[in-house]
């Protein structure tokens, strides 16, 4: 299975490439997150191997265990599940960056748990762009006020917004939640919030995300298969 990685990941760069072509956008303002989860450490070996730098996790004590047993590689990690209290440390000790805040909570347990020999924690909220009933996130209208507060915290920085909108079953449908958040990012922009990262879009919809402004997408079943 590890063998098609590498053609995988060369496919989900032809479709990034073609969006930002279509979007008149250049290729490097897209970064790919390559989501791991659930996938051993000998899979992201392989797609390390043919280029890939970037994980993204769900889980936390599995994220761990992996970055341990892949600690030789210079890889860098993201935290994109949920976070609950009683695992901030362990986000806080072992990531790169964590793109599911949505409390300030969170934030503050992250910042003060945040190694000193470590660079700060690069950090994204998750808005709930579209009211899903059953999805995390702070609610857009509600996002300025977490976002000035995050941004005031030591050992973090504040870089942008993650969604993850319920599936939609249009192109069309799909830009149109995806404009939002690229809306709301831009308007936190100009209430002074140095932002630069929108991780919005996964394996079905990294197209219209890219479309609508997506600095970085989260592809995981179009890379390591599925689940």
Known sequence: MHTDIAQHLKDVHQRIRAACLAAQRPEDSVQLLAVSKTFG???????????????????????????????????????????????????????????????????????EQRPAHLPPLQLCLQVNIDGGETKAGVA?????????AVAALPRLQLRGLMTLPEP?????????????????????????????????????????AIAEGSTMVRVGTAIFGRR
């Not at 009683?86 to 072992?94: C, D, I, P, Q």
């Not at 857009?140 to 977490?146: I, M, R």
């Not at 079953?169 to 939002?180: G, K, L, P, W, Y």
């Open 41 to 111: 450490a000998d899979a992201v070996r392989a797609a390390h191997a043919a280029g890939q730098t970037a994980f993204g996790e769900n889980y936390i004590q599995e994220a761990v265990d992996k970055i341990a047993a892949l600690q030789d590689l210079p890889l860098q990690w993201h935290c994109i599940g949920p976070i609950q209290s009683n695992k901030t440390r362990l986000v806080a000790e072992h990531f790169d960056w964590v793109h599911s805040v949505d409390r300030l909570k969170i934030a503050q347990r992250l910042s």
């Open 168 to 208: 939609a079953e249009t192109e069309a449908q799909m830009r149109s939640v995806h404009r939002q958040a690229k809306a709301l990012l831009d308007d936190l922009r100009q209430q002074g919030l140095p932002l630069d990262t929108l991780s919005m879009g996964m394996s079905a919809d990294m197209g219209a």
């Open 140 to 148: 857009p209208g509600d996002a300025l006020a977490l976002a000035k």
